[in-house]
Nanobody, 126 residues
Framework: QVQLVESGGGLVQAGGSLRLSCAAS????????MGWFRQAPGKEREFVAA????????STANSVKGRFTISRDNAKNTVFLQMNSLNPEDTAVYYC???????????????????WGQGTQVTVSS
């Protein structure tokens, strides 16, 4: 089992940047693929980005491609989401998630993730 704690959210102006972190407990962190999802008020939780257990494979939603980058440091049991060129449509609660399994591509489907953090709020002002 793994526990996830997100940090790094906050209020930022449009065009600004934030870096989210997700710290994981447990010694098997490197076995999990990791993902970031977000949920805006009144909307479904949606996929943002994911990374394989090794960090060699990543997947990014079209809506954030070229602006957001996911990475991980297995030695520190941490996954990151670098968010640049933020706009008000990026306002949401951002969740970190972890999953186990072998897939041809890193999963973007939330049902394939087994563990979730509590989320961190990101607010982008215009």
């Amino acid at each position: 089992q793994v526990q996830l704690v997100e940090s790094g959210g906050g209020l930022v102006q449009a065009g600004g940047s934030l870096r989210l972190s997700c710290a994981a407990s447990g010694r098997t962190f490197s076995s999990y693929y990791m993902g970031w999802f977000r949920q805006a008020p009144g909307k479904e939780r949606e996929f943002v980005a994911a990374i394989s257990w090794s960090g060699e494979s990543t997947s990014t939603a079209n809506s954030v491609k070229g602006r957001f980058t996911i990475s991980r440091d297995n030695a520190k049991n941490t996954v990151f989401l670098q968010m640049n060129s933020l706009n008000p449509e990026d306002t949401a609660v951002y969740y970190c998630a972890a999953g186990l399994g072998h897939y041809n591509t890193v999963p973007s489907t939330r049902q394939l993730y087994d563990y979730w953090g509590q989320g961190t709020q990101v607010t982008v002002s215009s």
